[in-house]
């Protein structure tokens, strides 16, 4: 499904912010929604834009068309209102632009593909730059080029060109060390030449292919056809006169590209705009004068692009582009109806731009990639530094054919004597021109990175000797697969003990393929002690010991046969004397070939106990201690203690014995019975309200008799 691209300064919320309010006061701006709306002030009666005329007396034609417009009687006191207000509406002199377009944005997909491990290579990409590694888009180049052969086979001073067909990519890497030393031209040329890749079309018919590299990154580039509209086909007419390098190398020089913002689903981004009207009338369309920094890849009739003999064919082919594409403009600009009705501009895809970073995006790329077919639909680079950040940016180039107009001839009616239309009126001429631009619209950012993948931590078994004060230690690699609690795969986790193992996390957690190959493995183990009982893991930090890679020598020993190899071995071992009676603290991880740390074992404890004539060694788990957070809690009861006030308790003397006294009816407790009162309680927080009976009851002590 397509998406709309709309030019950003035509989207608006009033009449006031539109770029042009007389267009948003006859026809549609788009709205913050990116829907169609229009501003009318309710001034206007009536308007009437004239049929368009062509003018091709010129190189590139342009459309001319009038606009009239009557304001509405009730709306205006005099023409002196009436001027003011067509002068607010109209400005003279200055361009509007619109490129609103419709495209399918592509998917991309992204991975490092691993195929092999080759250690002495995979070591050299650590040392040299990115750009002197072996590239397998010059290396796939089939046809004869002595710059592109001689750079992709890092030629030495030492061999011709015909020596180099017969080099495989083995040969290649296995030699890459002195072929870097001796190389025939200069280290610079080596770098830079490769700054700037053109028309780049993946080719076949070498006999090399990316599976025959160690890992590559690979770019996936979802299909969707150049020719978008009928008649557009700029990218076939580019590829018919073999000019699509030259529009590519002309984009890389243009200086005076424009930054605009595009809105798509409602997230703006800013492009890069470059005329293309300017870059097919100029004189890089006929001929081009390669750079230092540039390298290209052309099909095999373009080959030889500054050969004298080719030059006058490329200048009737360009000759040729020009005037197709000047019928094309003819018809695709809009006239300015369109324009107001919000009648999306035509386009063609051009192909890509490839932007590479190393470790991060604040400068500029460190090669740039231009790609002119996707008919493959992928993009390959070997050139990949282990343990290093990259940053892809893939834009596609977008050929819109966009609109410019601008108002002249302003003429407002002064008095009523004007012989207008109507009393109210106001004419004004319009030139639409084409605004014909490539974009450079980014639709892919991937960061990623070339790095081993962890393994698990090491098995190792411990064993002592009864004659010796010392402690063995045999390491074993863990090949099996971790799952979770779901059944499903686990990528093995990373250490994160020192800083360091958090700079290589940071890289890792980029990698698109996380998954434990044994091939990058070769046996490499760390071991860690301390003297006292660590707390935390953390504590080994500082308590490095040693690491161990152990290898074996293979072959015939005697000479007599197959030569004797030394190859690296999965497992290792490792001997320390420590002092008998003390214990100390061991904890081990295994590392990558590159460096890439396991996590850290749990620790052991291990004491090293001597009697009469022997040695006995004592091994047992320490478990790390853990703060214990107790909370505690004791139940509660809240009593409630109700009394009477002593006011409240009413007596009445008795009139036959003044001593003697009676409980009053109105008093709060009764010597016969009971009394039931009701109290309602209501929190002074929540507002909450509770009733409480209370009975009160008086019970008479006559146990005390007096006189």
């Excluded at 030259?246 to 005329?275: C, P, W, Y």
């Excluded at 501009?345 to 790329?365: F, M, Q, R």
């Excluded at 091994?619 to 009394?643: A, G």
């Amino acid at each position: 499904m397509s998406t709309q691209f709309i030019d950003s300064q035509n989207i608006v919320n009033s009449a006031d912010s539109a770029p042009d309010r007389l267009r948003a006061e006859l026809g549609d701006y788009y709205d913050i929604s990116s829907s169609a709306n229009n501003y009318p002030s309710g001034k206007i009666k009536s308007f009437e834009i004239s049929p368009e005329e062509i003018n091709n007396n010129q190189l590139i034609p342009t459309k001319k068309q009038k606009i009239t417009i009557e304001g509405d009687e009730t709306m205006f006191r005099d023409h002196i209102q009436w001027n003011s207000f067509v002068n607010s509406l109209i400005s003279t002199g200055e361009d509007f632009l619109d490129h609103t377009f419709s495209y399918q944005v592509q998917g991309v997909q992204n991975k490092i593909v691993k195929n092999y491990h080759h250690p002495s290579y995979e070591d050299a990409t650590k040392v040299f730059p990115s750009n002197q590694l072996l590239n397998f888009n010059l290396l796939s180049y089939p046809y004869e080029s002595d710059v592109v052969k001689r750079i992709g086979h890092l030629k030495t001073t030492f061999e011709s060109n015909n020596d180099l067909s017969s080099l495989t990519i083995e040969n290649l890497m296995d030699q890459y060390n002195n072929r870097v030393d001796n190389y025939s031209g200069s280290a610079e040329e080596l770098y830079t030449k490769q700054s700037f890749i053109f028309d780049m079309t993946p080719m076949t018919g070498s006999g090399r292919t990316k599976s025959d590299f160690p890992y590559y990154y690979e770019k996936h580039i979802d299909s969707f056809g150049y020719v978008t509209l009928p008649g557009i086909n700029l990218y076939g007419k580019l590829k018919q006169y073999g000019k699509t390098k030259n529009i590519f190398k002309l984009m890389k020089e243009n200086l005076f590209f424009e930054r605009r913002a595009f809105t798509s689903s409602g997230q703006e981004q800013l492009v890069n705009m470059h005329d293309l009207i300017s870059l097919l009338t100029s004189d890089g369309l006929v001929s081009i004068n390669e750079s230092s920094n540039e390298i290209y890849l052309v099909p095999e009739g373009e080959i030889n692009f500054n050969n004298r003999a080719d030059r006058f064919v490329n200048q009737i082919h360009a000759a040729k582009l020009l005037s197709d594409v000047r019928s094309t403009i003819s018809a695709r600009t809009r006239n300015l109806n369109r324009i107001f009705e919000l009648q999306e501009c035509g386009k063609s895809i051009l192909g890509y731009k490839i932007e590479k970073y190393l470790n991060n995006d604040a400068t500029g790329p460190i090669q740039t990639y231009y790609v002119s077919d996707s008919s493959s639909n992928y993009f390959i680079d070997t050139q990949l530094k282990h343990g290093s950040r990259y940053i892809y940016k893939t834009k596609v180039l977008i050929a819109v054919f966009g609109s410019s107009y601008n108002y002249s001839n302003l003429s407002v009616a002064q008095s009523d004597f004007d012989g207008g239309p109507s009393k109210y009126w106001a004419e004004v001429d319009v030139e639409i021109l084409p605004s014909f631009k490539v974009l450079e619209y980014e639709i892919d950012n991937d960061a990623t990175a070339f790095i081993d993948t962890p393994s698990l931590k090491p098995h190792t078994t411990i064993y002592g000797r009864k004659d010796k004060p010392i402690v063995n230690f045999l390491f074993q690699p863990r090949f099996f697969t971790l799952t979770d609690d779901e059944g499903n795969d686990m990528n093995p986790p990373i250490g994160n003990l020192t800083e360091s193992d958090r700079q290589i996390k940071d890289l890792y957690d980029l990698a698109p393929d996380r998954t434990m190959s044994a091939k990058y493995f070769t046996g490499i183990y760390e071991i860690y002690r301390m003297n006292r009982p660590p707390e935390h893991e953390q504590d080994f930090a500082d308590f490095f010991l040693s690491r161990v890679d152990e290898s074996v020598d293979s072959g015939n020993l005697d000479r007599s046969g197959l030569p004797i190899k030394n190859i690296d071995v999965n497992y290792a071992r490792f001997t320390d004397r420590i002092v008998p009676n003390q214990k100390y603290y061991y904890a081990f991880r295994s590392l990558t070939y590159h460096g890439t740390p396991s996590q850290l074992s749990e620790p052991i404890e291990v004491e090293l106990q001597k009697d009469s004539d022997e040695y006995k060694i004592s091994v047992k788990q320490h478990h790390y201690t853990h703060e214990k957070d107790y909370e505690l809690s004791k139940p509660k009861k809240r009593l409630m203690r109700i009394v009477p006030n002593i006011s409240r308790l009413l007596f009445s003397e008795n009139t036959n014995d003044p001593t003697s006294y009676t409980i009053d009816d109105g008093s709060l407790v009764s010597k016969a019975g009971t009394k039931t009162f009701k109290i309602r309680v209501t929190s002074r927080h929540t507002g909450k309200k509770m009733d409480i009976n209370i009975t009160f009851k008086l019970n008479e002590d006559d146990t005390f008799s007096g006189t």
